[in-house]
């Protein structure tokens, strides 16, 4: 895997938890935060990555106000989302509700960073 942002192509989900790991890096998370990059059609990011601070804890409105600014961001490109968040390695259901939030406005995976690294959160971890 490529060490530039740049080079990167996303087929499949493989290919985005890689991008996602690079970005990320090693440090750990720091706040709660909802990180967005867009990706053009042929699959590569676009040069802006967005993380979005201080979310809270449950998506509560947060999820609504998210999918219309996703949706009108569409024409630009194709959102991939990740959750980032400080405290245990493991699910919580604080992440769970994050992602049956945010999976339906994407087509790809949602994934989570916490100290134990990237990961997807997969249907069954979503599941009540």
Not at 61 to 82: F, I, T
Not at 107 to 118: E, I, K, N, S
Request: aromatic share 4%; net charge negative; hydrophobic share 40%.
């Amino acid at each position: 895997m490529t060490t530039d942002v740049n080079e990167i192509v996303i087929h499949t989900s493989r290919d985005l938890e890689g991008m996602w790991q690079l970005i990320m890096g090693g440090q750990g998370p720091g706040a709660r935060s909802l990180w967005i990059v867009l990706l053009d059609e042929e699959g590569r990011p676009r040069p802006v990555i967005v993380p979005i601070d201080d979310i809270p804890v449950a998506p509560g409105s947060a999820s609504s106000e998210l999918a219309d600014v996703l949706s009108g961001l569409r024409h630009v490109g194709d959102p991939v989302l990740l959750l980032s968040r400080p405290g245990p390695h493991g699910m919580t259901e604080a992440d769970r509700q994050w992602g049956r939030a945010l999976g339906p406005l994407t087509r790809w995976p949602v994934h989570l960073y916490t100290q134990a690294g990237v990961r997807i959160l997969a249907p069954d971890d979503l599941a009540p």
